[in-house]
């Protein structure tokens, strides 16, 4: 089975890294594909260049050989719709279990992805989940929770696609905007990153860093 991770990645950053880490180890996932998003569909455009981030992502990666980086929506013209990527990533590997996943925020809003009522024709649904989160009880996506929900992670392995799997991770309150913010005021982000993604922020002057080189 191998995991996909997408995001902007505007940093890669510890609340990324870590959750995926776990359900990787849990589920004894072969690998995570991490798959920075080129023209991002529900997020603004990132200010780091594809460059940059790719060289963030596989400075984060670096050291931990499950983590390989995608750069596949790169090739692609237009909004990088997640759904494009599971099927460009289901011709390659036929017979493949693909596991996407997604933290809570993303998952509440499942329903306003594109054609988000086929991704899980090409890949189970793993949901990093945070304690007392609020499931829908009425909707699209509470009808969806109910028609694709396992309790039984071992049910992942039975089926190449099409099951819900909410798996609890360590909480790690960290975002990309925040550390922006923190990098732009001068502040430091240390502990929120790994250190060689850092020194890549600081050595191109990401997020206001540059201004304060002298």
């Known amino acids: 089975m191998i995991g996909i991770l997408g995001g902007s990645f505007d940093p890669v950053h510890y609340g990324h890294l870590r ?9 004894g996932l072969d690998e995570i594909r991490l798959v920075p998003s080129h023209v991002p569909p529900h997020r ?10 790719v060289a ?10 499950v983590f390989k980086v995608d750069t596949r929506e790169f090739d692609r013209e237009g909004p990088s719709y997640t759904l494009d990527t599971l099927i460009s990533l289901r011709e390659e ?3 493949v279990t693909l596991c996407l996943l997604v933290g809570m925020d ?14 899980t024709d090409y890949c189970h649904l793993i949901v990093m989940d945070r304690p007392g989160a ?6 699209e996506l509470a009808d969806f929770i109910r ?14 696609s099409g099951l819900l799997y909410f798996h609890p991770v360590s909480q790690l309150e960290i975002s990309a905007t925040a550390i922006r913010k923190l990098l732009n005021s001068g502040g430091d982000a ?9 020194d890549i922020v600081r050595s191109e002057g990401l997020y206001g860093t540059g201004d304060r080189d002298e």
């Open 147 to 160: 028609l694709r929900r396992i309790m039984d992670v071992g049910k992942l392995g039975t089926q190449s």
């Open 44 to 53: 603004p455009q990132a200010q780091a260049s594809p460059q940059q981030r």
């Open 56 to 65: 963030m992502l596989n400075a984060a990666a670096e050291n931990y050989p």
């Open 134 to 139: 609020q499931l829908p009880e009425q909707g």
């Open 93 to 95: 590997m036929a017979g």
């Open 190 to 198: 240390g502990f929120l990153l790994p250190e060689r993604v850092l």
């Open 19 to 27: 959750p995926a880490l776990e359900v990787q180890q849990s589920l």
């Open 106 to 119: 993303a998952f509440q809003g499942l329903a306003s992805w594109h054609r988000w009522h086929e991704l």
